[in-house]
T-cell receptor, first 113, second 112 residues
Framework: AQSVAQPEDQVNVAEGNPLTVKCTYS??????LFWYVQYPNRGLQFLLK??????LVKGSYGFEAEFNKSQTSFHLKKPSALVSDSALYFC???????????FGTGTRLQVFP | EADIYQTPRYLVIGTGKKITLECSQT?????MYWYQQDPGMELHLIHY???????EKGDLSSESTVSRIRTEHFPLTLESARPSHTSQYLC???????????FGQGTRLTVV
């Protein structure tokens, strides 16, 4: 079965510092991985995806993610955090057999001024 | 912004009432999904559809039902609402293939 894990419930970072939100995956075959962000009382917004190709994927709002096959990871990164980046972040994998989108448990990012 | 709409955004309703949460998308997507999410918590897939007249139950058991009579419309119905149904319900859609899903704004349901 396909799954993703987000080991941190919360990540705290000072504004201007780099941020990393971790995600590891467990899939059979090639993984199809996604990152979403959720602001309070809103739906999820798509940030970026990895299907194939370059291991460094660039997405919306200055975010990027690094796909690492040997470590089965897909960590979300940003070089310089903003207070407005504070939100709930979800990693997801698309199940190749059922085509369902399976989400991790989410990581709350708090950026302090 | 994605063209997927959910109504109502907020609903407070009494126990035992029948409710329907609406979800519509104008992108012509074949696949549609319903997720249940307690505030700030993980998402649980409760229903999905591959296309018209196709519906499947998700990973989390739910007393709700869905229908897919038209491509653009994927309503969720609770025949008899209970306080345990209090949650946020998120609708999403995607094209066939290895693509991202687009989410609506969600419906926050409170059953009193």
């Amino acid at each position: 079965a396909q799954s993703v894990a987000q080991p941190e419930d919360q990540v705290n970072v000072a504004e201007g510092n780099p941020l990393t939100v971790k995600c590891t995956y467990s899939v059979s075959g090639n993984p199809y991985l996604f990152w979403y962000v959720q602001y309070p009382n809103r739906g999820l917004q798509f940030l970026l995806k990895y299907i194939t190709g370059d291991n460094l994927v660039k997405g919306s709002y200055g975010f990027e993610a690094e796909f690492n096959k040997s470590q089965t990871s897909f960590h979300l990164k940003k070089p310089s955090a903003l207070v407005s980046d504070s939100a709930l972040y979800f990693c997801a994998v698309r199940d190749r057999n059922t085509d369902k989108l399976i989400f991790g448990t989410g990581t709350r990012l708090q950026v302090f001024p | 912004e994605a063209d997927i709409y959910q109504t109502p955004r907020y609903l407070v309703i009494g126990t035992g009432k029948k409710i329907t949460l609406e979800c519509s998308q104008t992108m012509g997507h074949d696949k549609m999904y319903w997720y249940q999410q307690d505030p700030g918590m993980e998402l649980h897939l409760i229903h999905y559809s591959y296309g018209v007249n196709s519906t499947e139950k998700g990973d989390l058991s739910s007393e709700s039902t869905v229908s897919r009579i038209r491509t653009e419309h994927f309503p969720l119905t609770l025949e008899s609402a209970r306080p345990s149904h209090t949650s946020q319900y998120l609708c999403a859609s995607s094209k066939t293939g290895l693509t991202e899903a687009f989410f609506g704004q969600g419906t926050r349901l409170t059953v009193v």
